[in-house]
T-cell receptor, first 112, second 119 residues
């Protein structure tokens, strides 16, 4: 039973447009949510995070939105760039310091 | 500075053989994680070490899998009597602190992974 779901295995977006990647979770005890980005043949790298006391966190072109009541978060990338093409993983954690549960990932392709 | 390193980068083995995968975390990081990613799947948590505490082994898929972390630094993941379904990329990550800080300042740093192929 997947606790963290990313229902879109892939997404294609035109350069300059907005990319929206979605993530849903089932465990109401999750308090921290993170997005990681992964290029082929490399390990994932941390992108942005949000804690459950917030509903939005912004870092440059990347914004994460959290809707706790819906158990849903999304990552917005605007404007999208070809270098953003990668697999994006959503991850969740309970109290900080516990292990992380990762979603299956969404492959984003930004077309020039 | 040096990041997380893993060795070997690729390992091909025959079914039934034992394999050892190594992870060198970032110096000073007290938390260390092992994950695996099977083809077309997400990251599957395997085991988590935090300082001198007993490791969280809840993700290990069978008793053929074990891991050690010696001296609070290097970790070895051992798979005994490998099976074809063990074929995956095995990723290691380390983090500075496990029980304080916040996700924005104390994140996981991943190694490049070891691609294991069991024939």
């Amino acid at each position: 039973d997947q606790q963290v779901k990313q229902n879109s295995p892939s997404l294609s977006v035109q350069e300059g447009r907005i990319s929206i990647l979605n993530c849903d979770y089932t465990n109401s005890m999750f308090d921290y949510f993170l997005w990681y980005k992964k290029y082929p043949a490399e390990g994932p790298t941390f992108l942005i995070s949000i804690s459950s006391i917030k509903d939005k966190n912004e870092d440059g072109r990347f914004t994460v939105f959290l809707n706790k009541s819906a158990k849903h978060l999304s990552l917005h990338i605007v404007p999208s760039q070809p270098g953003d093409s990668a697999v994006y993983f959503c991850a969740a954690s309970g109290a900080w310091g516990q292990n992380f549960v990762f979603g299956p990932g969404t492959r984003l392709s930004v077309l020039p | 500075g040096a990041g997380v390193s893993q060795s070997p980068s690729n390992k091909v083995t025959e079914k039934g053989k034992d394999v050892e995968l190594r992870c060198d975390p970032i110096s000073g990081h007290t938390a260390l994680y092992w994950y695996r990613q099977s083809l077309g799947q997400g990251l599957e948590f395997l085991i988590y070490f935090q300082g001198n505490s007993a490791p969280d082994k809840s993700g290990l898929p069978s008793d053929r899998f074990s891991a050690e972390r010696t001296g609070g630094s290097v970790s070895t993941l051992t798979i005994q009597r490998t099976q074809q379904e063990d074929s995956a990329v095995y990723l290691c990550a380390s983090r500075l602190q496990g029980t304080s800080g916040s996700p924005s300042t104390d994140t996981q740093y991943f190694g490049p992974g070891t691609r294991l192929t069991v024939l």
